[in-house]
């Protein structure tokens, strides 16, 4: 009798270069023929705003069906291949692997909503190893098992994205990626249903990331064909080694998920919090806008950052009054500045109106009078006629933004950011069926590079 086996791996990777995602291809590279794939590979994004995460906070998790003795087998080849490939002798690089067999218990699912936006600590997790059906293995100090357990409890059953992931010979790990950049703009214009492959606002390719990772390209998009077109399109100018199409939480505000008032905040959450702008947006050194909000709870800074561009510019058009809904991670106080919102994304719910006074005009000669003096009304400094009652003029000052969402631009988005592009998509519900996944898988897995 067949039975599941949900597989997932974290903190395999370190700045000096390896992946998650690759390890993880190689994995189903070695596996494929022994069992069959319930669902794509899956790369779930957890809470971005984890300290000791340099980078994307990215897990794996691999959902298969054999029988027992098959899948005995790909245990090993799973811990054989994390214990080969991940860099061990890096002090950061903490692997975690999580097996769960048949049924993801519910207590596994509603921790993987937590990871998605709360810290969450080693030991809590390893109290999972007390389910029947839940084993853990730590590497090092065992952190990854947080990001493991957080992935393969998440069977993407809301929004969800895929990604076509290319990965470079070894040998070209460290160098600059070679590829024929018209290609990237022929297939982001002809693949309507992929997203952010190129930021036009400021010129910037996004399918290639910059490391010494082993990806060589990444494109994001809503279905698995239109992602593989998209590949098709692009033509790179070096041999690539493997290829991969994985089912993602990217680009779906999953770790936006909980509102907070200001007091309850800690630090590295992702939170949402609606409040008054209290104190007005200025820039700092480094050109960062700050500003503040309260609630009745509390009062917190907010801060937009050098890097998200014009999003700044945006956001220093708010006024002290205005009731907006801040989605950002919550930086902790430091030596030179208090706790603060990092904000990622902002809602403007309600805008004050902005008003500026000026002086009424003379009856007789229709010039602008002068103040009188405090309280003492106004005077024409043609015909020095005095006006005792006269009130200086209220302005309605025109506001420069509106009530609406703004965002980064993409080059400033994260992985867990919800492009504009995407604003009324939602892939929940859709159908991922198993012979479509051997289908496509299998054309990924025999992929050689014939240049
Ligand atoms: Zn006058």
Same mark, same amino acid.
């Given at each position: 009798?067949?039975?599941?086996?949900?597989?997932?791996?974290?903190?395999?990777?370190?700045?000096?270069?390896?992946?998650?995602?690759?390890?993880?291809?190689?994995?189903?590279?070695?596996?494929?023929?022994?069992?069959?794939?319930?669902?794509? !590979?899956?790369?779930?994004?957890? &809470?971005?705003?984890?300290?000791?995460?340099?980078?994307?906070?990215?897990?794996?998790?691999?959902?298969?069906?054999?029988?027992?003795?098959?899948?005995?087998?790909?245990?090993?080849?799973?811990?054989?291949?994390?214990?080969?490939?991940?860099?061990?002798?890096?002090?950061?690089?903490?692997?975690?692997?999580?097996?769960?067999? &048949?049924?993801?218990?519910?207590?596994?699912?509603?921790?993987?909503?937590?990871?998605?936006?709360?810290?969450?600590?080693?030991?809590?997790?390893?109290?999972?190893?007390?389910?029947?059906?839940?084993?853990?293995?730590?590497?090092?100090?065992?952190?990854?098992? +947080?990001?493991?357990?957080?992935?393969?409890?998440?069977?993407?059953?809301?929004?969800?994205?895929?990604?076509?992931?290319?990965?470079?010979?070894?040998?070209?790990?460290?160098?600059?990626?070679?590829?024929?950049?018209?290609?990237?703009?022929?297939?982001?214009?002809?693949?309507?249903?992929?997203?952010?492959?190129?930021?036009?606002?400021?010129?910037?390719?996004?399918?290639?990331?910059?490391?010494?990772?082993?990806?060589?390209?990444?494109?994001?998009?809503?279905?698995?064909?239109?992602?593989?077109?998209?590949?098709?399109?692009?033509? !790179?100018?070096?041999? +690539?080694?493997?290829?991969?199409?994985?089912?993602?939480?990217?680009?779906? &505000? $999953?770790?936006?998920?909980?509102?907070?008032?200001?007091?309850?905040?800690? !630090?590295?959450?992702?939170?949402?919090? $609606?409040?008054?702008?209290?104190?007005?947006?200025?820039?700092?050194?480094?050109?960062?806008?700050?500003?503040?909000?309260?609630?009745?709870?509390?009062?917190?800074?907010?801060?937009?950052?050098?890097?998200?561009?014009?999003?700044?510019?945006?956001?220093?058009?708010?006024?002290?009054?205005?009731?907006?809904?801040?989605?950002?991670?919550?930086?902790?106080?430091?030596?030179?500045?208090?706790?603060? +919102?990092?904000?990622?994304?902002?809602?403007?719910?309600?805008?004050?109106?902005?008003?500026?006074?000026? &002086?009424?005009?003379?009856?007789?000669?229709?010039?602008?009078?002068?103040?009188?003096?405090?309280?003492?009304?106004?005077?024409?400094?043609?015909?020095?006629?005095?006006?005792?009652?006269?009130?200086?003029?209220?302005?309605?000052?025109?506001?420069?933004?509106?009530?609406?969402?703004?965002?980064?631009?993409?080059?400033?988005?994260?992985?867990?950011?919800?492009?504009?592009?995407?604003?009324?998509?939602?892939?929940?519900?859709?159908?991922?069926?198993?012979?479509?996944?051997?289908?496509?898988?299998?054309?990924?897995?025999?992929?050689?590079?014939?240049?």
């Amino acid at each position: 009798m067949k039975k599941e086996l949900h597989i997932a791996f974290d903190d395999t990777d370190s700045l000096k270069g390896s992946c998650t995602t690759h390890l993880a291809t190689l994995i189903v590279h070695e596996i494929f023929d022994q069992v069959d794939f319930i669902d794509f !590979p899956n790369l779930i994004r957890l &809470n971005p705003n984890i300290p000791h995460k340099t980078r994307g906070n990215g897990a794996v998790a691999i959902r298969i069906e054999g029988d027992n003795s098959d899948l005995a087998v790909v245990r090993e080849v799973v811990i054989k291949t994390v214990k080969k490939m991940a860099r061990l002798e890096d002090e950061n690089t903490n692997p975690g692997i999580a097996f769960v067999s &048949n049924a993801i218990p519910k207590e596994v699912k509603h921790f993987s909503k937590r990871a998605m936006w709360d810290v969450i600590s080693i030991p809590e997790a390893e109290e999972f190893n007390s389910l029947t059906n839940v084993d853990l293995i730590k590497l090092g100090n065992g952190r990854g098992i +947080i990001g493991a357990l957080g992935a393969i409890g998440n069977p993407l059953e809301d929004d969800f994205t895929y990604e076509h992931l290319s990965y470079r010979l070894p040998e070209n790990f460290g160098t600059k990626r070679m590829i024929d950049r018209e290609s990237i703009l022929v297939a982001d214009e002809g693949t309507p249903l992929t997203f952010s492959n190129v930021d036009y606002e400021y010129n910037s390719v996004m399918i290639t990331p910059r490391g010494a990772d082993p990806v060589f390209s990444g494109i994001r998009g809503e279905t698995p064909e239109e992602v593989m077109k998209a590949w098709s399109l692009v033509k !790179p100018l070096e041999e +690539i080694a493997m290829l991969m199409v994985y089912r993602t939480n990217q680009h779906t &505000n $999953q770790h936006f998920i909980k509102d907070f008032v200001i007091e309850q905040l800690k !630090p590295h959450q992702s939170a949402i919090v $609606q409040g008054v702008v209290s104190k007005a947006p200025h820039y700092i050194e480094g050109s960062h806008l700050i500003f503040s909000i309260k609630d009745d709870t509390g009062v917190i800074d907010c801060a937009a950052y050098e890097p998200t561009k014009r999003f700044r510019g945006e956001l220093s058009n708010l006024v002290i009054g205005d009731t907006i809904t801040v989605f950002g991670g919550i930086r902790p106080k430091g030596e030179n500045h208090p706790m603060t +919102i990092n904000v990622e994304r902002l809602k403007v719910d309600f805008l004050v109106k902005t008003v500026s006074y000026e &002086n009424p005009f003379c009856d007789n000669c229709n010039a602008r009078l002068k103040s009188a003096g405090k309280n003492k009304g106004f005077k024409c400094q043609k015909c020095s006629t005095v006006y005792r009652d006269k009130k200086q003029i209220e302005k309605e000052i025109p506001r420069n933004i509106s009530l609406k969402e703004y965002l980064p631009p993409i080059i400033a988005h994260r992985h867990l950011t919800k492009p504009i592009e995407r604003k009324n998509q939602n892939n929940k519900n859709k159908q991922i069926r198993n012979s479509e996944v051997k289908r496509i898988m299998k054309l990924l897995l025999d992929f050689r590079n014939e240049s």
